[in-house]
């Protein structure tokens, strides 16, 4: 099992520009995330997926699109790429869903660091 | 601010002295977890915690659940170098939501 997956490790973009960011999962989990890590503030969420066809927003979705059309993939969509979306981002997954009390794991990938000029 | 607070920001020790760290909240929450996250590498699971008062052991790692489910702390005995990273509390809600306390970032010199 390669686990989660993400692509590229690296990227600089220029304000303005669009990219997507990459994840994928071999472990089969139904949920999937993303999270910006930054300096002082921990991991936020910014979009979730509960299932193929199906996605909803975290904490801080805004400038951000999600899709997800298989179970392995989730890939981030940034869409004008601002100096505020410097990050670190990471994808997990997990087998099921977080709800109050749960006890799962969620594996996360290595990471993307993002820098937008 | 922030639903978890974690204390202290940053601690650097000398290899085989004791620590702890701490993840605060006023809200109540029905489990707990940690989680060490090493320099260029995502967040790896340590521990969940879910009963009050609850005390769990991972060879010289101590976690504790507060009596009133609003707090934790991790202990670490003898540190040593290889215990050097980020360790951060969260916390599941119930909106399929997790939630990440800043992390208190741990340097342990040889």
């Known amino acids: 099992n390669a686990g989660v997956t993400q692509t590229p490790k690296f990227q600089v973009l220029k304000t303005g520009q669009s990219m997507t960011l990459q994840c994928a999962q071999d472990?089969?989990?139904?949920?999937m995330s993303w999270y910006r890590q930054d300096p002082g503030m921990g991991l936020r969420l910014i979009h979730y997926?509960?299932?193929?066809?199906?996605?909803d927003q975290g904490e801080v979705p805004n400038g951000y699109n999600v899709s997800r059309s298989t179970t392995e993939d989730f890939p981030l969509r940034l869409l004008s790429a601002a100096p505020s979306q410097t990050s670190v981002y990471f994808c997990?997954?997990?087998?099921?869903?977080?709800?109050?009390?749960?006890?799962?794991?969620?594996?996360f990938g290595p990471g993307t660091r993002l820098t937008v000029l | 601010t922030q639903l978890l607070e974690q204390s202290p920001q940053f601690l650097s020790i000398q290899e085989g002295e004791n620590l702890t760290v701490y993840c605060n909240s006023s809200?109540?929450?029905?489990?707990l977890q940690w989680y060490r996250q090493e320099p260029g590498e995502g967040p790896v699971l340590l521990v969940t915690?879910?009963?009050?008062?609850e005390v769990k052991k991972l060879k010289r790692l101590t976690f504790q659940f507060g009596d009133a489910r609003k707090d934790s702390s991790l202990h670490i005995t003898a540190a040593q170098p290889g215990d050097t990273g980020l360790y951060l509390c969260?916390?599941?809600?119930?909106?399929?939501?997790?939630?990440f306390g800043a992390g208190t970032r741990l340097t342990v010199k040889p």
């Open positions: 997990a997954s997990s087998y099921e869903i977080p709800l109050a009390g749960g006890t799962d794991t969620q594996y």
């Open positions: 472990m089969n989990h139904e949920y």
């Open positions: 997926s509960v299932g193929a066809g199906i996605t």
């Open positions: 809200s109540v929450f029905s489990s």
């Open positions: 915690v879910v009963t009050g008062g």
């Open positions: 969260a916390v599941p809600l119930n909106n399929n939501d997790m939630r």
